[in-house]
């Protein structure tokens, strides 16, 4: 099941999801930093451009989490009617 999608569950089970999604996002950031800095140097990459996709990545990252809770809580509201 993908991160973020939380059918009803136990809050053990759910804290266990959680978990593990932030265990696989800090792998998956870590990694492309890695992947950056080591191939960074064959197509001239500054510290800075670095920085710059460090937080561009960051921004995208929030805005889709965002995304998903206000479209959870659209389709709540529309439920609820």
């Excluded at 929030?62 to 439920?79: C, E, F």
Aim: charged share 15%.
């Amino acid at each position: 099941m993908p991160c973020g999608s939380t059918p009803r569950r136990s809050a053990a089970s759910a804290r266990a999801s959680l978990q593990s999604c932030a265990i696989s996002g800090s792998v998956l950031f870590h990694g492309v930093m890695y992947l950056g800095r080591y191939y960074g140097y064959l197509i001239e990459m500054t510290p800075n451009d670095l920085n710059l996709i460090k937080g561009l990545l960051i921004i995208v990252l929030l805005v889709i989490t965002q995304s998903k809770k206000l479209k959870k809580a659209a389709i709540r509201a529309m439920v609820d009617k």
